[in-house]
């Protein structure tokens, strides 16, 4: 190839082997000290015609230059990426061995599928918090003040703090979060609501924290027969089991009327009660018909929405569903429990691969 400039570094550059022997080409040549630095300089000392004409040319010799070292650089470092990818490679099919493995806590693994199971009747997650005010655990839910219903519930009150009306609670439900959604949303609404709830009550079937879901739907023309649907569909789909059996016994919920407690039925299986049949009845839900004061206090006309609400204990229904019988062994953190009650972490409850893994 024929250059028009005749310096060693032209020729250097285009071969130069790796980059580290480009870069000591470089530096040789623009480098403090460098060959084409050197040339440069030497535009100080001459006529001012002179420089017109070798300034130019300098200049253009320098750029040049840098454009092969730029040029070479890119071929020298795609070189290096296809030496890299052909020889570095991961073996992802080696078993992970001695990688620490933790489990699935069951209250983790029974809230993803209750989740998977409400997704696919077209309920979305809500939330709320767990440090509740008073209005959205009691008020808002038609339990006023002096009401004997916030007795039944042992609840936990924060210190008052200067400049609050009332101290806020430790949610003791989460139907707060009925409230909170309506108030965000407006209707129609189909919503559950997992989460921490605290009641101060503790022997081997309560502990002071438990869980909790809510489900709420709001639309027109609801009514109990949506409700009873929406819950034999979802036990059955949760306990993987077709002879799931409910009955609604009537029952009092401020927030709800008509309210109902629901059992579902269960039957011996070797000696062992199962879910399942009709041999005795276990309840296992609250629930009912959105109060109309509730929806009305939540902006919404009663006349045109109606709504059904339920709620369930999380850790029961797991007790349930996984034959554990101490709900304290659930909050121990005892590694020798969550190994053998815990779940794959890769075992991901889905509707066709099943929920329970
Ligand atoms: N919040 C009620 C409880 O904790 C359960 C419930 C929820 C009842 C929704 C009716 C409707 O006991």
Same mark, same amino acid.
């Given at each position: ?19 580290? +022997? ?41 750029? +040049? ?39 699935? *806590? ?38 006023? +003040?002096? *009401? ?210």
């Amino acid at each position: 190839m024929t250059r028009p400039y005749n310096l060693p570094a032209f020729k250097e550059a285009e071969e130069a082997r790796s980059l580290e +022997e480009l870069e000591l080409v470089r530096v040789r040549a623009l480098g403090k000290n460098g060959a084409i630095t050197a040339l440069v300089k030497t535009l100080g000392q001459m006529t001012p015609e002179e420089r017109q004409s070798k300034g130019i040319f300098y200049q253009a010799m320098k750029s +040049e230059f840098s454009r092969l070292v730029s040029e070479r650089k890119a071929a020298l470092e795609a070189a290096d990426l296809d030496r890299r990818l052909a020889t570095e490679r991961l073996d992802l099919s080696l078993p992970a061995k001695d990688s620490p493995q933790g489990t699935i *806590h069951p209250v983790s693994q029974v809230m993803d599928e209750l989740a998977e199971i409400f997704a696919d009747l077209g309920f979305a997650v809500a939330e709320g918090p767990e440090i509740e005010e008073q209005w959205y655990n009691f008020t808002a839910l038609n339990m006023p +003040e002096n *009401h004997p219903a916030r007795a039944m519930h042992d609840t936990f009150y924060c210190e008052p703090r200067d400049g609050q009306a009332e101290p806020r609670v430790l949610r003791t439900h989460t139907s707060p979060v009925q409230i909170r959604a309506m108030q965000a949303q407006g209707a129609p609404i189909r919503i559950i609501a997992p989460g921490r709830v605290y009641r101060s009550d503790s022997d081997a079937t309560h502990t002071p924290m438990f869980h909790q879901i809510e489900g709420l739907v709001i639309d027109r023309r609801i009514h109990l027969g949506h409700l009873k649907w929406t819950l034999e569909t979802f036990l059955r789909a949760f306990f993987e089991r077709d002879d799931i059996t409910i009955r609604m016994r009537p029952s009092y919920f401020p927030f709800t009327e008509p309210s109902a407690e629901v059992d579902v039925g269960w039957s011996m299986e070797k000696g062992r009660r199962v879910v399942g049949g009709s041999e005795g009845w276990m309840e296992v839900l609250g629930s009912g018909m959105v109060h109309p004061r509730v929806i009305a206090d939540c902006g919404l006309d009663p006349d045109e929405w109606q709504g059904f609400a339920f709620g369930t204990g999380v850790d029961r229904l797991a007790m349930l569903k996984y034959g554990m019988d101490d709900l304290r062994a659930f909050f121990d953190a005892d590694l020798r429990w969550l190994k053998h009650y815990g779940f794959r972490a890769l075992d991901v409850p889905t509707l066709s691969g099943g929920v329970g893994a």
